[in-house]
């Protein structure tokens, strides 16, 4: 252990005994020195991962023409926020905005929004979004974004979220910990009885045998609590796309990427990707108790072509064929089942009343 972060937190293991998982997460992803995304440009093929932004440029053009829509079905309000969640490099808000063009009065309109914590992904961003004449603000926190009507947008924004463990023993559930072993290094370890913390288990879990491991999420619900006051007071919707399943599930699901490779979550914190799949059926009950109209879960692929994702396959097809392979990969690689088709999927919450999200229709 070489890091400061891990030094950090093994010295706070020594004095004050294991941290939670969700401890460790937040301070290896969001040290601001430190810190994963305080030090690292994390995205693209050269880095750690790849996102569907950076796949293609479709991705964003149709989450853009969307949240056009989204705007004339909130009756085109002279003034809104456009806010992004977790920007990366600003590639998906610069598609955005290309095919946010196509809509008289859109971008007019638009306050353009990134809530973003790493200092080093602000520059790429910048950089990216310079060239498309872009006036964007640059905020630490959703609750810091003005009042006013907003449309929010989050692509891999909640794997990013801080998880809790638990495992059941004897009937009860228990907190799994970080601690440390003989050697000093980082190691699970069983705590505490969660106590009035056990609700927090998703209801569909609740029963489920010894041995069980369990994730929930702390931070989706203060997310769905900052969504719910602000669209309780002014109109908007929320767009999420994540991975993970469509309904609660067991498992450790708790995973760190490094160089496009999975890698030991606890090893060496700071220096890798860390998540976990984002629990849909959860999130969405969430929601719905804060007051919020729900719409999804659905499958990314059903979803993308739902918005016409291979039309404008064929439109950029037929613009440079010599493309043709490529673009007809980058479509397979967003919707086939096998790649991010169905592992990922996308979900709405909104102000009530609001006309159906696009993609979501029954026949969809």
């Not at 970080?178 to 705590?191: H, K, N, R, S, Y």
């Not at 991975?243 to 990427?257: C, I, K, N, V």
Request: charged letters at 25%.
């Amino acid at each position: 252990m070489t890091t400061g972060i891990a030094a950090r937190i093994a010295d706070r293991i020594r004095h004050s005994g294991p941290v939670s998982v969700a401890a460790f997460m937040t301070e290896a992803m969001f040290d601001p020195r430190e810190g994963y995304y305080a030090t690292k440009n994390p995205i693209g093929a050269g880095e750690d991962f790849i996102t569907a932004p950076s796949v293609s440029q479709m991705f964003g053009e149709l989450i853009g023409l969307w949240c056009a829509q989204v705007w004339m079905d909130m009756g085109q309000p002279a003034r809104f926020h456009l806010v992004e969640l977790g920007p990366g490099t600003g590639q998906m808000m610069s598609d955005m905005v290309r095919a946010g063009r196509a809509v008289p009065g859109f971008l007019d309109a638009a306050r353009i929004t990134l809530i973003e914590a790493s200092a080093a992904l602000k520059m790429v961003q910048g950089r990216t979004l310079t060239p498309m004449g872009v006036e964007a603000l640059w905020l630490d926190r959703l609750e810091d974004v003005p009042d006013g009507p907003a449309i929010i947008v989050g692509n891999e924004f909640l794997d990013c979220l801080a998880v809790r463990q638990a495992v059941k023993q004897d009937g009860h559930w228990h907190e799994r910990m970080v601690g440390l072993d003989d050697d000093e290094d980082f190691t699970f370890v069983m705590g505490p009885r969660l106590g009035m913390d056990a609700d927090l288990v998703p209801a569909r879990l609740q029963d489920a045998p010894d041995g069980t491991l369990v994730e929930f999420r702390p931070g989706d619900r203060q997310l769905v609590d900052v969504l719910g006051r602000r669209f309780s007071d002014h109109p908007g919707r929320a767009l999420f796309i994540d991975y993970g399943p469509a309904q609660s599930e067991p498992g450790d699901t708790f995973q760190a990427l490094r160089g496009h490779e999975k890698t030991d979550p606890l090893a060496a914190p700071g220096t890798a990707d860390l998540t976990a799949r984002v629990d849909f059926e959860q999130l969405g009950a969430l929601a719905r108790a804060g007051g919020l109209d729900v719409d999804g879960p659905v499958e990314q692929g059903r979803w993308l072509k739902s918005l016409g994702l291979e039309m404008r396959a064929a439109a950029l097809i037929r613009s440079a064929p010599e493309k043709k392979s490529v673009i007809a990969r980058q479509v397979m690689r967003l919707t086939e089942p096998d790649q991010m088709g169905e592992l990922f999927k996308v979900m709405t919450f909104s102000t009530p009343g609001l006309p159906k999200a696009p993609g979501f229709a029954p026949e969809a």
